[in-house]
């Protein structure tokens, strides 16, 4: 099993940059992909990013393309997801997700993003 704990939230002003981490622990071995997701109050989660984990491989779902950037630590000990001209729109709870090799997922706590002037 993976563990996943999330960290780097925080206030931003709007047009602000902020990037969060997600720290990977466990039996990191058996990992496939690596994403990110968030969720505002009273909206569906929704995907933002992903990464293959045995060859950095990133997805990005449409809406979050040149915006977002997602990475991963060259020691494969975390993931992380810049966010750059944040909007208040993009204000919301971060979560980061790993799925195994056999499909099974796990999510992490999540980090609060709020961004307001």
């Known amino acids: 099993q993976v563990q996943l704990v999330e960290s780097g939230g925080g206030l931003v002003q709007p047009g602000g940059s902020l990037t969060v981490s997600c720290a990977v622990s466990?039996?990191?071995?058996?990992?496939?992909?690596v994403g990110w997701f968030r969720q505002a109050p009273g909206k569906e989660r929704e995907f933002i990013a992903s990464?293959?984990?045995?060859?950095?491989?990133?997805n990005y779902a449409n809406s979050m393309k040149g915006r977002f950037t997602i990475s991963q630590a060259h020691a494969k000990t975390a993931v992380y997801l810049q966010m750059n001209s944040l909007e208040p729109e993009d204000t919301a709870l971060y979560y980061c997700?790993?799925?195994?090799?056999w499909g099974v997922g796990s999510w992490g706590q999540g980090t609060q993003v709020t961004v307001s002037a």
């Open positions: 466990g039996r990191t071995y058996t990992t496939n992909v």
């Open positions: 997700n790993a799925v195994d090799q």
């Open positions: 990464i293959r984990w045995s060859d950095s491989r990133t």
